[in-house]
């Protein structure tokens, strides 16, 4: 299983006023306020730190069928600048993160080294409903060309987690998957294509 996530940095920057009082401390653990303070660019820190939480609760709706809105319950933990952990209870999950100047992307896995398939892209229009029609497509294509499958016969459809399943003429595909958007980036991430292409 895997999750991911992508932030915009203009957009977060436009959308959140971070510095508010309380939403830190609302937000993010003990440990994970330090990392801020401490952090040389304290705003993509924080957003490290949001992106990591979210692709690892998209692994854990999975995983439990429930879901939450506990920020804090979810304990962030870096291991070097890209490398890092969250733990959800008694469930461990291993993140890497690209920080860079225009969005942050992490992907998260149960599994140090699973075999992935991820792409960032960059999205003309950022309305929401054309990201994620930008996203559904591109992935689409992706596992068309990857699987050898007519693309018009390939459909993504969530369950009632909000989790997307890829489906072929109907009959469902054994791809974990994770998609995300925001602002004017998309991203997906798929494990098991190759496995499955051979």
């Known amino acids: 299983m895997i999750g991911n996530d992508i932030v915009d940095l203009k957009q977060a920057a436009a959308e959140s006023n971070w510095q508010r009082k309380g939403f830190v401390t609302k937000i993010f ?12 660019n304290k705003l993509a820190t924080l957003w490290r730190l949001w992106s ?9 709706v999975q995983q439990t069928g429930k879901r939450f809105f506990n920020p804090k319950k979810l304990q962030c933990t870096f291991f070097n600048d890209t490398k890092g952990k ?5 469930h461990h999950y291993y993140t890497v993160s690209d920080v860079n100047t225009a969005y942050i992307y992490t992907e998260a896995s149960i599994k140090h080294n699973e075999n992935t398939k991820s792409t960032c892209f960059k999205i003309k229009n950022n309305t929401y409903q054309t990201q994620h029609i930008s996203c559904y497509n591109r992935l689409k294509s992706e596992v068309s060309k990857a699987l050898k499958l007519e693309q018009n016969h390939i459909t993504i459809e969530k369950n009632s987690f909000g989790v997307p399943k890829l489906f072929y003429n109907k009959i469902p ?11 004017s980036y998309g991203a997906y991430i798929i494990v098991n294509l190759d496995s499955i292409n051979n």
Request: proline share 0%; net charge neutral; charged share 15%.
């Open 52 to 60: 990591m939480k979210e692709s690892a609760y998209k692994i854990n």
């Open 173 to 183: 595909l054994n791809l974990s998957l994770s998609i995300t958007h925001h602002g």
């Open 29 to 40: 653990t003990q440990t994970e306020q330090e990392y801020i303070s401490v952090a040389k």
């Open 86 to 90: 969250v733990v959800i209870n008694t």
